[in-house]
């Protein structure tokens, strides 16, 4: 729900203060977990819950993450491009943005 922030951990950025300022999955899922949400299974919609994919590049480095519509669909912001829909979460991986490594959800927070 935070449009206004760039969330990364590194110096000019928004990031959670009591996590770790390392570009680690383990420090992107703990800065999720900060605001709510929890790892699940799969990318599957879920009524009433919200969810992120958590994407990694080739060395295990976060390089993105998209976040799951109410509709199922999933929007993504692609640097300072417009943001996209695109029907499945990994529709955004491969060379750019790695692969997914995580899922995570939480209630949502607009019912």
């Known amino acids: 729900g935070d449009t206004h922030n760039w969330?990364?951990?590194?110096?000019?950025c928004?990031?959670?203060?009591?996590?770790?300022i390392e570009r680690t999955v383990d420090a992107f899922v703990d800065a999720f977990e900060s605001i709510g949400y929890s790892t699940c299974a799969d990318g599957t919609l879920e009524i009433g819950f919200e969810k992120i994919a958590l994407f990694a590049d080739r060395?295990?480095?976060p390089s993105h993450?998209?976040?799951?519509?109410?509709?199922?669909q999933w929007t993504s912001k692609l640097g300072k491009a417009e943001d996209i829909?695109?029907?499945?979460?990994e529709d955004v991986g491969g060379d750019?943005?790695?692969e997914i490594v995580r899922y995570l959800r939480r209630l949502r927070q607009d019912v």
């Open 59 to 61: 060395r295990g480095r």
């Open 96 to 98: 750019t943005y790695g």
């Open 14 to 20: 928004h990031w959670p203060e009591d996590v770790s």
């Open 65 to 72: 993450a998209a976040l799951q519509l109410d509709d199922g």
């Open 7 to 12: 969330w990364w951990p590194e110096a000019g």
């Open 85 to 89: 829909r695109h029907r499945r979460a």
